[in-house]
């Protein structure tokens, strides 16, 4: 069997281990996982009521246009319902971007470390990639910039970055948004946002009525705690949004999903009351880590890095030493990171358990 050239560069996504594989390897009973970024708690109640409540019309077809999670949108985000497109996760519309944009030969910039995705979307339409590498564990706008060249259609910026965590002021995106040329689609992916507790979180939105080559990703997986059921969405303009509506599939988003993310909007304080929770328990997570010696990246999502160095086994074995003893992190050597793992913040009780299991390989 043939396949297309491009799939031979094209990396596959590796998600972090499964609870259940770790407890039937290693023959525990308890396991923690902070792998995956994920919300530690489920959906809202409201909303699992309403995942429940569509259950007898799994027989119908979704709305394919999502009309009524983008009217709900529209009225959050104060904007056109035509500038905002819906996808299966905003991994989805990443992909669906790459489709409309990128030719073989084509280039798209984008920061390295970063979210791995940003590579293949590029590669499996045999364009080229420019990776930047960060500097300080940061995007390099300036450097980002200076790649920008005749063959780039896509500029992709990652804030807060995964998997560093670290965050670009709406004041420092705005400056480079005006300089990228107006020809060459501007990704923020902003998988993250509502993690932020920065004063500036919600200024990004700004930029794609000012500018009709930026568009926002951003997601109902992560704090509103819907990963399973995979729903992104994408702020942009309405010419983009035409654009990706020619190349998704028909139905993209299922119906319990489009539900679900729309009662989710409807309970914005509690959303905000998950935000200063996660804060809260992100400084605790860096303060008990420091207690014990470990070295942290600043970080305004719901994870961060944690240095892997100084421990009782090699910094590259600390990742499978942990999995062990029923504590499921990311090795940052997979993000190109070496010496680094990328730790979720957990509820109470995982935290506590992460800090035991890295307090045992401390040395003496």
Known sequence: MRFVSTLDDVPPYEPGARIEDVRARYGLDDVVKLASNEFPLPPFDEVKAVIVGALDDLNRYPDGHCTDLRAALAERYTLADDGIVIGNGSCELLLLL???????????????????????????????????????????????LTAVGRRTRMVIVCNPNNPTGTYLPAAALQAFVEQ?????????????????????????????????????????????????????????????????????QPFNVNRPAQLAAREALRHHDQMLGRRRHTAALRRQLETSLSEIGRPTVPSQANFMLVGSRGLRC???????????????????????????????????????????????????
């Not at 910039?109 to 990776?131: T, W």
């Not at 704090?223 to 942009?236: H, K, M, N, S």
């Not at 090699?314 to 793992?341: H, K, N, Q, S």
């Open 98 to 144: 790459g489709e409309v944009m990128l030719e073989s030969g084509d280039e798209v910039v984008f920061a390295e470390p970063s979210f791995l995705l940003y590579r293949g979307l590029c590669l499996r339409r045999g364009g080229r990639p420019v990776a930047v590498p960060l500097r300080g564990l940061s995007h390099d706008l300036e450097a980002m």
């Open 314 to 364: 090699a910094p590259e074995r600390v990742f499978e030493t942990l999995m062990r003893r029923g504590v499921i992190v990311r090795d940052g050597g997979a993000f190109g990171l070496p010496g680094w793992l990328r730790v979720s913040v957990g509820t109470q009780h995982e935290i506590e358990v992460l800090i035991e299991r890295l307090n045992e390989l401390v040395p003496a």
């Open 180 to 248: 990228v040329p107006d020809d060459v689609l501007v990704v923020i992916d902003e998988a993250y946002n509502e993690f932020v507790d920065a004063e500036d979180w919600q200024d990004t939105l700004a930029l794609p009525r000012r500018h009709e080559n930026v568009i926002l990703l951003r997601t109902f997986s992560k704090i509103y705690g819907l990963c399973g059921l995979r729903v992104g969405y994408g702020l942009c303009s309405a010419a983009l949004r035409a654009a990706v509506d020619r190349v998704r």
